[in-house]
């Protein structure tokens, strides 16, 4: 309940209700492959690659070809919000706050969005028939992870960028057209900046993407979210082919303002929402380590 909510009340001077600095809604959700589930539990099957047979013989047999099948499991987690507003304070401002809040609510509920994406992209992955098994996001330095720097640690530089570009492409996990992601922080947009010489034909390009002018690099779209992961200064960013994770919405961030009987009447704002996500090929992401304190 919002016990300080007299701060906003005439006294102060205030004709609105300033909202504080804050991620105001989803940002990865138009970066993912998106589906509606209406389970609790849902599965997306997956077919891997094969290989054709030569024919070196005639009138041969017909080879059969095991085409692999596999699927992920999605559960759907549920989020809601609730504040109350009381009458005496709605009658006492000289703004009505339920707007405010219900904007408030609803940045909340998109940042639970795009935190699930994000512990999707470098969580377990449910597999099997029932969703019993798991697949990790395997560090392989091959395949799906670029170190923070080795013997030397760094923040994010255009190598690592080229790095991430190069092992999505190599093992195929691009296909034509798709569009390819990068999540980071502002952290690493100002160290990309400070690693480009300012005479380098990519400064101009990093300084832009620094300033908010574009947002591609190095062929990635990239999305500013403080919101990934950190851990003793080295920060998970994540780098990924759009069809490599997936949000299952299971309902739509929804909105109910009203009267709260049993609260004399106060001013309930609740905001509920149901989604679930999962990485659906290793080869489509990769876990890119930087070092903040570079």
Request: proline share 2%; aromatic share 6%.
């Amino acid at each position: 309940m919002s016990v300080q909510i007299d701060t906003a009340l005439v006294q102060a001077y205030k004709s609105n209700i300033t909202l504080l600095s804050q991620q105001r809604g989803s940002r990865l959700r138009g970066a993912v492959r998106l589906e509606t589930q209406k389970a609790e539990f849902d599965f997306y099957d997956r077919l891997d690659s094969t290989a054709a047979v030569e024919v070196s013989t005639r009138h041969g047999d017909t080879p059969l070809v095991n085409s692999p099948h596999d699927r992920r499991r999605v559960a759907l987690r549920d989020f809601d919000w609730a504040d109350l507003i009381d009458r005496k304070d709605r009658i006492r401002m000289l703004a009505d706050p339920t707007s405010p809040y219900t904007m408030n609510a609803v940045a909340a509920l998109g940042r639970s969005m795009d935190t699930v994406i994000l512990e999707a992209a470098v969580g377990p992955a449910y597999t099997g028939k029932t969703g019993s098994g798991t697949k990790d996001l395997t560090l392989e330095v091959a395949v799906n992870y670029v170190e923070s720097g080795g013997a030397t640690n760094s923040n994010l530089t255009i190598g690592k960028l080229r790095r991430a570009n190069h092992l999505l492409r190599v093992n195929e996990g691009v296909e034509d057209g798709e569009p390819m992601f990068f999540a980071c922080s502002q952290n690493e947009l100002t160290a990309l900046l400070r690693t480009t010489e300012v005479a380098s034909a990519d400064y101009n390009t990093v300084k832009a993407l620094v300033e908010g002018k574009v947002d591609t690099f190095m062929g990635f779209k990239f999305i500013q979210t403080e919101l990934t992961t950190v851990a003793s200064s080295i920060r998970d960013c994540i780098a990924w082919a759009k069809n490599g994770l997936l949000l299952a919405v299971g309902e739509e961030i929804m909105v109910d303002v009203g009267p709260r009987r049993d609260k004399r009447n106060s001013t309930q704002v609740y905001v509920c929402g149901s989604f679930g996500g999962s990485r659906m090929e290793e080869k489509k992401v990769v876990r890119v380590k930087c070092d903040e304190t570079l």
